[in-house]
């Protein structure tokens, strides 16, 4: 069915879905790596565009494409690119649009891998890069040279829940002719559409939210424009991060839920984020659902919602932390978000422990900050199992 004016959540379900000849009810998929030509001519002309179908799975696939239709169709974007991590897709934008001697602009508290393969690889084939408070306009505008192609922004950013305004900051580096990247892992396309506030791009770890059960890691990027997919499309193919087609497949099954499921979510997180609020075991909250929140007036007028996860910093510190996870009985300790089980995370004393004190705040790691992905269980279970961890400290 043509979903192009249908509404998010028929097109949730619909979009992108194509039925063969046996007519499944859902998109079957198709594992396999390689398609037959009917002849010699035929082959031919799948290989000079001629003609449309399949090649080989690196470079198309029905079940693939399936997903991407339907994700560019969320996003109200021309096409996108999935990929086999959200990794892949960070890795692949860059290297589509950024070649020696060009600067590209970030968000400093961006996702650590995304800015770690920046400085850490592509600065070595001569990317210059330059990480900025992108939550103030004029430190954006501060930070663009002459050769400025790509401002790479991620709102809400993590872990200290910063805000960019896309708008804002679309406009600017339009000016300058810099394409704009939103990472919109975190708000997913039910929650903020970069792509109609004037962002060029929008990646996503699929991985997260989209996928939303901790099942399967994956990653897109949806264009607006076909110049900019037509770049990102030749750079995946010849790069090879593309998706299988089972990883594909659960993907499709899992976003159908996702209005759903992030409704409820942040049903819940409002709540538990009231209660942590006035927690005396709790030094400080940062949510955008509350008005206590700095850029809450920002998170109501670019997103629809805010979404289900919460930072915090537990009185107490590194100690105060670590009582913490070794307390709590239902929330998860782990890395990742956006599943339908809550997860906690304590990044001094887990993920970070390895750094040193000065590294970890270079990283914006308090020893006190503690991240927490809610989920879709009862809330008064979750707020019963936080209650008596946090008792303990
Ligand atoms: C997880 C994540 C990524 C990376 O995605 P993977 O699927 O783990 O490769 C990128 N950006 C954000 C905001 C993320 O949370």
Redesign the pocket.
């Known amino acids: 069915m043509d979903t192009k004016n249908s509404g998010f959540d028929t097109k949730l379900i619909h979009a992108g879905d194509f039925h063969e000849e046996f007519g499944a009810a859902v998109v079957p998929i198709y594992q396999t790596s390689t398609f037959a030509f009917k002849n010699a001519q035929h082959g031919a002309d799948l290989f000079a565009g001629k003609e449309k179908g399949y090649i080989y799975t690196r470079i198309g696939n029905p079940t693939i494409d399936a997903l991407e239709n339907k994700l560019a169709q969320l996003e109200n974007g021309y096409r996108g690119v999935v990929m086999a991590?959200?990794?892949?897709a960070?890795t692949t934008l860059y290297a589509a649009l950024l070649k020696q001697g060009d600067h590209m602009i970030s968000t400093g508290a961006v996702?650590g891998?995304?800015r770690a393969v920046m400085e850490s690889i592509f600065a070595d084939f001569g990317v210059e890069s330059t990480y900025t408070d992108t939550s103030l306009i004029e430190n954006i505008e501060k930070a663009i040279k002459p050769n400025t192609k790509l401002l790479y922004l991620?709102t809400p950013a993590?872990p200290t829940i910063q805000l960019t305004d896309i708008k804002k900051a679309s406009e600017l580096a339009h000016k300058h002719n810099i394409l704009v990247c939103v990472?919109n892992?975190?708000s997913s396309p039910y929650l903020q559409r970069p792509l109609d506030l004037g962002a060029d791009i929008v990646l996503h770890?699929?991985?997260?939210f989209i996928n939303g059960h901790a099942d399967i890691?994956?990653?897109a990027l949806i264009a607006k424009d076909e110049q900019v997919y037509a770049k990102l499309r030749k750079t995946m193919t010849y790069m090879g991060g593309n998706m299988d087609p089972h990883q594909a497949y659960m993907v499709i099954r899992g976003v159908k839920t996702l209005s759903l499921r992030i409704e409820k979510a942040q049903e819940n997180a409002q709540k538990i984020a009231e209660y942590l609020e006035n927690h005396p075991k709790i030094e400080w909250i940062k949510y955008p659902g509350l008005k206590s929140f700095a850029q809450h007036e920002l998170a109501k007028e670019q997103m629809s919602g805010f979404g289900s996860m919460i930072s915090f910093g537990v009185k107490g510190g590194l100690k105060g932390g670590k009582i913490l996870m070794d307390n709590v009985k239902l929330a998860l300790l782990a890395v990742?978000?956006g599943g339908v089980e809550t997860l906690i995370q304590h990044p001094a004393s887990m993920t970070h422990a390895a750094l040193s004190k000065e590294e970890r705040l270079q990283a914006d790691i308090t020893d006190e900050l503690v991240r927490f992905s809610v989920g879709i269980e009862n809330v008064d279970d979750i707020i019963a199992d936080l209650d008596q961890a946090l008792e303990k400290i």
Not at 85 to 88: C, H, L
Not at 205 to 208: A, E, G, H, P, Q
């Open positions: 991590s959200g990794m892949s960070v996702y891998p995304s991620e993590n990472d892992t975190f770890s699929l991985t997260k890691v994956g990653g990742s978000l």
